[in-house]
């Protein structure tokens, strides 16, 4: 194959999510190479490479981890090209996606079409569906995303203004490929068209029976369209709706085309990973009509019309115009967002790290995910999940609860209890209770919540992964790195907790408020760290912002640091009784081996009094 010595000759990043995407890309190099001879991988680089040439360009080829989907993955694949080769200047986000088809709008997409993000003008090509805010009957979408670099537009303009004139080059590209790699039309991997007959379009209502295919769907019921005369796929330019949801399901489709707009054409899962610091062009084959009817026959002749479509937009990108765009690495990108503008961030300007007076939206995620070692979200929605309707509400009624919340004495509430008290439970309802009723109803904009559960099976000091996890959700919800905790991240060693603090300290400066809930202190191996953690937090003017939410059980080396400084609510106590008495209200009446005979009422009313008494708050 041919090698390239220097890999600064190669200017456009193509990039797939799928095996079989990438798979397509390769099958429409007019020339493969290997790698450059002086191309030097970054350490902290895990992607994989193709190398190429398609007409006068050199393309680099990088595909998404297996089995790893999403905007995040997108977006570290894309940072993680770019770091290893600066010298790009455009990319192509090239795969399958899910079509939304509405044939009695003039948008008849059908299974092999090939959609094109371009402008509808209040937004670049693509929308984040899932960045948004709840209103009291719709879903107000907020912000959207960069359009693509000058090049590729006028090269969409260019191919837009031949296809006017003269047919796609699409299927005498496909014809080329299936004569040089017959493997790619065996059956197990065909990249051909799949035949009208397995094109099935179901009103939104009508769903799925069952099995990997259609035969057991009702025919009639499927939506009328004009039948096409060839097999060659149509190309649609629209919006495209991206975001970290897997979309399956009419209804939710159909709602993701509420929120995006008439023009939305298509759904899929890595787009939005790439618009806001990776100049690219988002190219579509439809594979299925992201609905209860998906299954993967159509993927491979989606992947391949994409790439092709990809493959002749290529011939109208000039080869000077091309050295003359800005690398995709020095495209300036401000290190808020507009939104984060409305928030009151002005007297934190100083303390944002300017790189070149620019941090990529894949550098700040870059910042996060090197923060977090340890990541409690299962452990809460686990919590969430056991929680039961009607237990808990008491800690809301009690005094020491007002008096936390009203911030007139102590910033601190350790709720404690024995062994299997409920205690996580209580702070994951507490958590859910806090985020629905104060963030989200509260005039100032400013007040997050986060939360970190200890648990004795990761077998840690919990101090440092616990700072290092509420620091990195403030840096993401507030969109704001400081120079502090950039530093951190990028000095090549272990921080200390003091420089952790200090790090907590400025991500803090956007918020007015923060609630931080820590549960299980008793739990983490070495436990003198995260009490003198705690202590700090609960104690230290530089941290007055936050309002300190602790549970643990009873010991007494806990108790010794915690109560002098906290507000204090134990789990011994007659509401936890009657939420024991609730739970088996709700067990006995669901529960249907209850309902036999020798369950007699006298004997459910004696449980009933006696379990919760003897129980001792368990």
Known sequence: MTQLDNPELYTIGWISALSIERAAAIALLDDRHDAPETFAQHPSDNNSYEWGRIGKHNIVIASLPDGVYGTTSAATTASNLISSLPHIRIGLLVGIGGGIAQPGQDQDIRLGDVVVSQSDGPTGGVVQYDLGKAKLDHWERKGSLHKPPQVLLHALGGLRAKHERQPSEIPNLLQRIYTANPLMTRPKTNYTHQGFGNDHLFPSDYNHVE??????????????????????????????????????????????????????????????????????????????YADSHKNDRWQRYAAVTAAAYAKELLGFVPTKDLKATPRAIDIPRLIHHKHTQQHDIKEVKARTIRIEESLSNVEKRDVHDRLELTNPSPLHNTASGLYEEGTGDWVFRTPEWNSWLSKSSKRCLWIHGIPGSG??????????????SYTQTTSNENVCSVYYYCYFGRNQNEAAPMLRWVISQLCRKSDVVATSVYALVNRGIEPKLSDLLDALEDALDPFAMVYLAVDALDETIQKTDLLTILFALATEGRFRKLQLLITSREYHHIEEVVKPVSISISMSNEFVTEDIRVYLEIVMRNDRRFSHSRWTSDLLQLILDLVPRKANGM
């Open 423 to 436: 205690k996580t439970v209580l702070i994951s309802h507490i958590i859910n209770h806090i985020e629905n």
């Open 211 to 288: 099995g990997n295919t259609c035969d057991k769907c009702d025919q009639s019921r499927e939506v009328k369209r004009d039948p096409r005369d060839s097999t060659d796929p149509e190309i649609h330019y629209g919006v495209i709706a991206s975001g970290n949801t897997l979309v399956k399901n009419a209804s939710t489709r159909d709602s993701i085309f509420k929120i995006a707009g008439e023009q939305c054409m298509c759904v899929e899962m890595e787009a939005a990973g790439l618009m806001d610091h990776f100049p690219c062009l988002v190219i579509r084959g439809v594979c299925d």
